[in-house]
């Protein structure tokens, strides 16, 4: 890429993150101080998007399935790019940061630190049928969006 288009990209991720807010997903809701989904529609191998709302914020967050069939969750941030507030996508078997293009292929069960991107893990349980994550979790987690 030459200059002139670098630029044009920084300035432009620069100026998207300032003031913005993170894209919503499906909302879920805490009951009980926790986020509850149900373990078979997650577990299904794809990639699942939600948003919490907290004092007007988004609270992204994502819970996929590696190829051993254990389930993960992370913030729908990285360490470097959340202050761009774009989060993730899914592109065919990968989960790409939208600001720095650094791909994390969705079955691999650890994602390693590339850079300094890297999807942020978040705790979760699993309570009989549920995915459960602590909602002071995703309180605490506001920070980044």
Known sequence: MNLRKT???LLLLLGWGCGRTAPEHQQVIAEGGAVRLQRPVVGDGRVHFF???HEGKNINFLIRTDGAGKLHS???ACYSCFKYKLGFVVEERDVVCIACR???HIEDEFWDYIGACAPIPIHHEIDGES???EERLLIQAA???
């Open 7 to 9: 630029t044009a990209v």
């Open 51 to 53: 948003t919490y709302h």
């Open 74 to 76: 992370h913030l729908d």
């Open 102 to 104: 650094l791909a994390y």
């Open 131 to 133: 995915v459960v994550i």
């Open 143 to 145: 920070r980044y969006f």
